[in-house]
């Protein structure tokens, strides 16, 4: 598996399904980008374009890039410029007045190289605004998962895919690349979601792809097991322990 990048794959259906919350909760963070007429914006990790959609409404020009094809495919459907490309491998150079980012790169295990790509993106002075999961992020179920795995030696080691910086970790990114940090914070977010074993289905493709199909069922039905006791109440349902880390820095 290859670090730099992001470490999932999409089903663009699914997401939509069983993830909406995730473009949903984004709109915060299309407010502090707060977009301006014909500005140049590279929708960083786009998904199915819906915030994207959003931006080239108040009057910006959008191009969205994502790793999964699946999403980019849904994203020309609603109109975008979209490519198929990785946070780290990004070709632009000054092109960019902002570069947004919603839910996505805390799936980029080398966030120096990704912010090193965004920083080259921007042009001078240009705007960073990014929300993504932060210290502390799905504690519960990441914990949930490396259980599972340690009692069933056959699937090998748990392979965490996810970057979730604190503050400090990520200001001190920021800063070594040039970034002044106007704004950075991390934020508690406990999300409610249907079933965590839909969740389990659109998040943890990368963790279980090298497991059998009758491996996977069984990991998700024991994961499942595990968080019954830990994020689940017959009041709340299941509500996900999510934390969000979110920043606005200028070049």
Same mark, same amino acid.
Do not use: C
């Given at each position: 598996m290859n670090n730099t990048k992001e470490t999932n794959d999409w089903n663009a259906k699914k997401y939509n399904k069983h993830a909406?919350?995730?473009?949903?909760?984004?709109?915060?963070v299309v407010d502090l980008l707060n977009p301006q007429e014909q500005e140049y914006i590279l929708d960083l990790g786009c998904g199915d374009g819906t915030l994207g959609v959003e931006l080239e409404k108040l009057g910006a020009k959008v191009l969205a890039v994502d790793l999964s094809a699946d999403m980019v495919a849904k994203s020309k459907e609603k109109g975008l410029d979209a490519y198929v490309m990785s946070a780290t491998e990004l070709p632009y150079k000054e092109e960019f007045d902002a570069v947004f980012s919603n839910a996505v790169l805390h799936w980029v295990k080398d966030a120096r190289?990704?912010?090193?790509? !965004?920083? $080259?993106?921007?042009k001078n002075e240009g705007r960073f605004v990014a929300e993504f999961g932060g210290h502390g992020n799905i504690e519960q179920i990441r914990l949930a998962m490396k259980e599972v795995f340690e009692t069933k030696e056959e699937y090998g080691?748990?392979?965490?895919?996810?970057?979730?910086?604190?503050?400090?970790?990520?200001r001190n990114i920021l800063e070594e690349q040039g970034f002044e940090v106007k704004y950075i914070e991390i934020i508690p977010r406990p999300t409610p979601i249907d079933d965590i074993?839909?969740?389990l289905d659109v998040f943890v493709n990368g963790i279980i792809g090298h497991?059998?199909?009758?491996?996977?069922?069984?990991?998700?039905k024991e994961v499942r097991?595990?968080?019954k006791e830990k994020i689940y109440s017959q009041e709340e349902g299941w !509500?996900? $322990?999510?934390?969000?880390?979110?920043v606005e820095a200028y070049k």
């Open positions: 909406d919350f995730v473009s949903a909760l984004g709109m915060p190289l990704a912010v090193e790509h !965004v920083y $080259d993106a921007l080691a748990f392979n965490d895919p996810w970057f979730f910086p604190s503050e400090e970790t990520y074993a839909n969740w497991l059998t199909n009758e491996q996977q069922i069984t990991f998700k097991e595990v968080l !509500v996900a $322990d999510y934390v969000r880390i979110r």
